[in-house]
């Protein structure tokens, strides 16, 4: 009797549990019901093909018949085009999609607060002359039209009223979504292209000395060939050219290139050449600053822009910012023998065959074998070294110094390597330290604190010292490295 009345217990809470369940869902299902009902508007946001917004200009009085409107006509492009909507007037531009389908998803969403039944002074809520209206054209049928009034007293909604029905109140969180403003629809695209098709890249300053600095693509790598074959900074030089790939407007001062006289424009401060491989060349010009923006032409777009002034700081990169200001590249896969000179001492290092199955690097004194030689920190020093400045061969002081040098590092490369010895000539005096580099015209200035651990990591290599138990060994990312 008892497991009966067990089994008829837990059969009714099933079914109670199971109840409430279907009503929790019918219950559901009908407020989605009359939040349907009480929509405005019943339409698929992708069965419109065009939109008009007719908006009151700012600044303009918000009633009379003077008010002067500007009127956005967008229209949906085919999916080929990759933007799907385009401005049409009052300008001619791509546009952006995002506040377009936003304004879509809202304007399909949109569900009184109020309802006002039988209004008839509609001035009351500024709708006899409304301040903006909305009309959005289905591929087939008739169009979506709702006017927009004034505010409520304590601007948490707006009066609006669809054509042919009552006047209703809205939240006013829906306002900014529904009038996007020009300048937040039209896409602010100035440049685009791929940074692998580039080949070269010129950058003219006005008012810097040397003028023009010219670079082009060698070898996967970037070389400053003008005004003189310099090394090139890559990270500088990658970041120019992903800004200039990227190039976004703030704002479009004037539609047109005609006047380019009130933007500083007609001798611009700074011009930029992008070279493409299939043989297509990009410019760009900056003119004069205003208020934390550098007004911009492109060769790519018809208006006259802005950036901000961060922006075009990266654009106007000098020759200072795009050469290299490291003294070494080692690549320790490509070094082959090491000589090093310190103070009248000298030492030269052979690559030591690795054992089978190490990846390590390890150099060797043939006057020592059998004892290897780690170089890993000297070369993860040497590569980390930078010049804060540098001074023409001709410098006297730096002449001087280097005509009694402190030390002197040669490293040969293998000979599958193709690339030609790197020979360093370091020397101090008083706070001042130079290095003379064999791949690079000009004497690099760098950190007396620099020079001072760079001689002593040598000194230690001539003296045969242990490798520091800090310093890693160098080993070989990969059985066949790139060059």
């Not at 939109?51 to 918000?62: F, S, T, Y």
């Not at 010009?285 to 802005?306: F, N, R």
């Not at 690099?444 to 310093?471: C, H, M, W, Y």
Request: charged content about 25%; proline content about 7%.
């Amino acid at each position: 009797m008892f497991k009966r009345t067990t089994w008829i217990l837990l059969g009714l809470a099933v079914a109670c549990l199971l109840g409430y369940f279907l009503l929790d869902n019918i219950q559901q299902l009908r407020q989605e019901q009359q939040a349907e009902r009480a929509r405005l508007f019943h339409f698929a946001t992708d069965t419109i093909a065009r939109i008009e917004i007719r908006q009151q200009k700012e600044g303009e009085p918000v009633r009379g018949s003077g008010a002067e409107h500007l009127e956005i006509l967008l229209e949906r492009t085919p999916e080929e085009e990759g933007s799907r909507w385009r401005i049409v007037s009052p300008i001619q531009s791509a546009a952006l999609d995002f506040p377009i389908e936003q304004l879509l998803n809202t304007f399909s969403r949109l569900t009184p607060q109020i309802t006002l039944e039988g209004v008839t002074d509609l001035a009351a809520f500024g709708l006899d002359q409304p301040r903006h209206q909305i009309a959005l054209f289905p591929k087939e049928g008739d169009p979506y039209r709702l006017a927009i009034g004034n505010d409520n007293f304590d601007g948490s909604g707006f009066y609006a009223q669809p054509e042919g029905g009552q006047v209703v109140l809205l939240s006013s969180a829906q306002k900014g979504s529904l009038l996007p403003s020009l300048l937040a629809l039209r896409d602010k695209t100035l440049l685009q292209f791929d940074t692998a098709e580039v080949k070269a890249l010129q950058v003219q300053l006005a008012e810097a000395e040397p003028e023009v600095v010219r670079l082009q693509r060698q070898d996967n790598t970037w070389q400053i060939v003008e005004p003189r074959e310099l090394p090139a900074d890559e990270i500088n030089v990658n970041r120019l050219l992903n800004t200039l790939a990227r190039l976004q407007a703030v704002e479009f001062p004037a539609e047109t290139q005609t006047d380019l006289a009130p933007y500083g424009l007609e001798q611009p401060s700074a011009r930029l050449t992008v070279e493409l491989e299939e043989g297509k060349t990009l410019k760009v010009a900056l003119g004069s600053e205003k208020d934390g923006q550098v007004y911009v032409i492109t060769s790519e777009h018809p208006a006259v822009a802005t950036l901000l002034t961060s922006t075009a700081d990266i654009l106007r990169s000098d020759l200072e910012e795009l050469r290299d200001h490291r003294i070494a590249r080692l690549n320790a896969n490509q070094v082959g023998q090491v000589t090093l000179e310190s103070q009248g001492e000298k030492v030269t290092l052979t690559p030591r065959p690795s054992e089978k199955g190490s990846l390590e690097l390890r150099w060797e004194n043939p006057e020592r074998p059998g004892q290897p030689v780690d170089l890993g920190s000297l070369f993860s020093s040497l590569n980390a070294a930078r010049a804060k400045e540098f001074v023409e061969q001709a410098d006297a002081e730096a002449q001087r110094v280097l005509s009694e040098p402190d030390l002197r590092l040669t490293f040969e490369p293998k000979p599958d390597a193709e690339q030609d010895p790197l020979t360093l000539t370091l020397a101090a005096s008083g706070l001042q330290a130079y290095v003379q580099s064999s791949r690079q015209p000009d004497i690099a200035v760098i950190e007396l604190s620099t020079f001072n651990s760079l001689e002593t990591e040598v000194n230690r290599l001539l003296e045969g010292q242990p490798e520091s138990k800090d310093s890693a060994p160098l080993t070989r990312p990969d059985p066949t490295p790139s060059p």
